[in-house]
């Protein structure tokens, strides 16, 4: 620095001048430096701090999804159990019906058969009678 100071001085106030804008110059470049690298510093902590953020985010959310699942899982286990207690009392309830059915058929046709022995007895006693 005395070798660039020393020439300068040498003109006197002018040179005076030129030292002190070089100096300022030289001081505003430390400054804007230190302003950088507090700058600089203080981004990388907020990212640093972001990505601590959204770690605990996506943690969070992927054990809200998991939970998720699992209960969407449990929902589904229920109602295939569900369904399938529903199933089997609709089947036994229509075995029941079919037997029911089954047992009024024979009834009817018991009834019929009855009926139609009773009604040829009934001819043969007035074909009787009439002869």
């Known amino acids: ?68 699942r699992s209960e969407n899982e449990n929902i589904k286990q229920n109602h295939a159990e569900i369904f399938s207690q529903f199933r089997q009392h609709v089947i036994n309830a229509h075995g029941h019906q079919k037997e029911q059915m089954t047992k009024l058929r024979t009834a009817i046709h018991t009834v019929i058969d009855e009926d139609r022995k009773w009604r040829q007895a009934e001819l043969l006693r007035r074909a009787k009678q009439g002869e």
């Open 1 to 68: 620095m005395e070798l660039l100071f020393d020439p300068l001085m040498q003109y006197g106030a002018l040179g005076l001048f030129c030292i002190f804008l070089i100096t300022q110059y030289i001081i505003q470049n430390r400054k804007i430096d230190s302003q950088n690298n507090k700058f600089f510093e203080a981004l990388e902590k907020l990212r640093s701090s972001h990505l601590e953020r959204e770690e605990a985010l996506r943690a969070e959310y992927l054990a809200q999804n998991n939970l998720l």
